[in-house]
């Protein structure tokens, strides 16, 4: 059972102190954290403050320090990792946000699509070279990332993604049939056929985030965790950022905070975040049997062609993993409604399964800008504070990247940082923000309508 706090970001002041990771299977099986630098104690004076130590914040401390030579601070409101970070699916391949490439070539014309999608590539090699540079081994899964037809309707638009692909990037997705998915990776009544990104890969995402602390402090990063922001101050030009148990004095600040950002902690990106939650089941594991009743032989990680994806990946011990959205609000009461959704749905789709206990469940914020892309940029009326935000569900890779893009940003240097809507414009606000929860609402049930027709 799901026991994490309750946290809203857009209501509650923000998502606690020094509290353990939630109940997640990744916690249960993560070994040894490496050592941080403990809370903030009494005042400290830095050139660079990072708020939030996931991904986004970690990789930027370690670009600071390893490729231009400034020690920064990263002020973790619980643990490295504790957000996003060290709860996702682990699935990883290159993605700018949620916007799919059609709609940005109709945009922003082709020659900007080649860019963004330059930019998701070097994304993911920036995700290869810190994993290979990292002490801790995040358990990677080669093979690539599997998007299964749903419903056979639903392969005629894996056929054309492909084509597309190949015709735009020269990007060779495997396009696989009914059988072909069949023979080789799982069985059930929701298999009909499916394309494989080859460049994808699976990971143990807290691994990973423990990873980015060590590779961080080993460049010369200080971390400090139970050290939420509580009170941000301005005064003769420097941050005055208030913590429980001392206060950093900073030039610059980058915002790190992505689906946990507090909407009140600073006045330049409230109204421009919607936190979505999303939800992950994991099963006992599976016996022989019935790992042979679902003709289930893969390890890589499996999306399906719904507007509101199901994801899941078999993980070592032969437990299944199963994700999809979340609640609108998160409460007690949702996350049990949203653990028997997904128990149901995985039962749709390996009938096998259909009574197997659920061993782990958790739910995350995921991030998303009103235009459905993540903003690395800076506040409008103060160029000291930066931040990278909003990468809707698949971020692993780009946040990452945007830590890089980020310290680059900070360090007055941006070197190869492309001129794409991600960094030359800022998240832009929410029209109505008050009433961002009740679109949500309508959007989820019209995407879940399209999901069930066709
Ligand atoms: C259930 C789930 C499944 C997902 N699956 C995938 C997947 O399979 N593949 C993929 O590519 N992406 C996935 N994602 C998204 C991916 O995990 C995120 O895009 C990525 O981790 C974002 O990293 P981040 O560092 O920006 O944010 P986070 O990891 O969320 O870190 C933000 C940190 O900020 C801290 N913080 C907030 N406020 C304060 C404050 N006031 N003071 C100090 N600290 C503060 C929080 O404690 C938190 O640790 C998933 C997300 C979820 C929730």
Partial sequence: MNIAPVYDPLRNHGPGCGLG??????AATAGQTPEDDG???GDAEVDIAIIGGGYTGLSCAYHLAHDHGIKATVLEANRAGWGCSGRNGGSVRPSIGKLPY??????????MAHRIYGEAEKALATTR???????VDCKLVDGGVLKVAHRPSRLRGLESEARFLKDTFGFEAELLDAGAVKASYMDGPEIHGGIRYPDGFGVH???LAHGMLALSRDAGATVHTASPVTGWEKADGRHLLTTPGGRLRAHAVALATNGYTPERLHPGISKRLLPVLSHIVVTRPLTDEEVAACDYKTPIPVIDTRNINQYYRLLPDNRLLFGSRGAPNDSATSRTRQRTFLRGRLGNKF???RDIPIDFDWNGFVCLSLDWIPHIHQVED??????ALAYGGG???FSLHAGRRLAARLAGDPGDEPAIPTTTTPLPRFPFAAFRRIGQRAAIAYLQLLDNVG
């Fill in 205 to 207: 995402p807290l691994r």
């Fill in 382 to 387: 103060d160029p000291t504070v930066h931040y």
């Fill in 39 to 41: 809370p903030l104690a």
């Fill in 395 to 397: 971020g692993l890779a």
């Fill in 129 to 135: 070279h810190l994993i290979a540079e990292s002490p």
């Fill in 102 to 111: 059609q709609r940005i070539i109709r945009k922003w014309g082709l020659e």
């Fill in 21 to 26: 990771h939630s109940p997640t299977y990744w």
């Fill in 351 to 353: 009938p096998p399964l």
